[in-house]
């Protein structure tokens, strides 16, 4: 599965990361909000990198709320998300009782909205999505440093961007490798790991996520210093496709938490020492 996901973030990002969020719900487990019966009205309109939320939602009791809630939209375009992640503490409670938000525009990115059509994922599924968010974002990285390197093809290796982005190619191998070899002969992550494999897990995605962070940052200098003619740089298209998927990579395993909350910091510590060592 890491490898078919890593592959689909090379080479269409935007498209896989559509094809997954209308396949799978994977915000289902989260605490969620209705859209309130005096207020049906409630919107989500695109804007840049993501969409922008107006309308009066219930939310759930302050027992069962978490850090992450999820806001649903009655009616979307077509193709067009109709859930979003949002943090709770952006949710200010208006009511008496304290269950009622009232947003206006509200600001949530491209990578926290989602599709309630989707097969809802389960609670024990949260490393289903965490390695399908870091493949795919390892393999939109992947594509962004082959971009970089064809910019300076034909006898200019010896530019200081070409040899950035051979060797940010290079930690991102090192990366793909040590990430697939924490999902080595283990069943599929929609099947549950064990509890081992799943602190592992939990533990290297964000350190994918601050690679994959570090290649696109590399990539945007260039395309901020670049004399570019065309009408938009190669790489500013690219990154601008790959958003939503670097967006959720950076919070993957905040949003659905290890089902011990306690392993990630843990298997952070753990994972700390085989690196340096």
Not at 50 to 71: I, M, N, V
Not at 119 to 128: C, S, V, Y
């Amino acid at each position: 599965m890491f490898a078919a996901f890593e592959t689909a973030g090379h080479a269409d990002p935007a498209g896989t990361w559509q094809a997954l969020t209308t396949a799978w719900n994977w915000a289902a487990p989260l605490p969620a909000a209705m859209c309130h019966p005096d207020f049906p009205g409630a919107t989500a309109r695109p804007a840049p990198g993501g969409f922008t939320l107006s309308g009066l939602w219930s939310l759930p009791p302050r027992e069962e709320a978490g850090p992450w809630s999820t806001l649903p939209v009655p009616v979307a375009g077509a193709g067009e998300p109709d859930l979003f992640v949002v943090a709770s503490k952006v949710l200010p409670r208006t009511s008496g009782t304290g269950t009622v938000v009232r947003l206006d525009d509200l600001y949530v990115p491209a990578g926290f909205a989602t599709h309630t059509a989707g097969a809802p994922l389960r609670d024990g599924d949260a490393a289903f999505l965490w390695t399908a968010v870091a493949a795919l974002a390892l393999g939109t990285a992947r594509r962004v440093t082959d971009v970089l390197a064809a910019l300076h093809a034909g006898g200019a290796a010896s530019t200081p961007y070409a040899a950035v982005a051979a060797e940010v190619a290079a930690v991102l191998y090192d990366e793909r490798l040590s990430l697939a070899a924490a999902l080595h002969d283990v069943p599929s992550a929609r099947q549950g790991l064990p509890a081992a494999t799943e602190r592992r897990l939990a533990a290297h995605v964000p350190r994918a996520g601050q690679v994959v962070q570090h290649a696109v940052a590399v990539a945007y200098e260039h395309a901020l210093t670049a004399d570019w003619s065309g009408a938009c740089h190669p790489l500013v298209s690219l990154i601008e496709a790959g958003s939503p998927i670097l967006q959720q990579a950076r919070y993957a395993t905040e949003v659905l938490p290890p089902r011990d909350r306690t392993s990630l910091r843990k298997a952070g510590h753990g994972d700390d020492r085989r690196i340096s060592g």
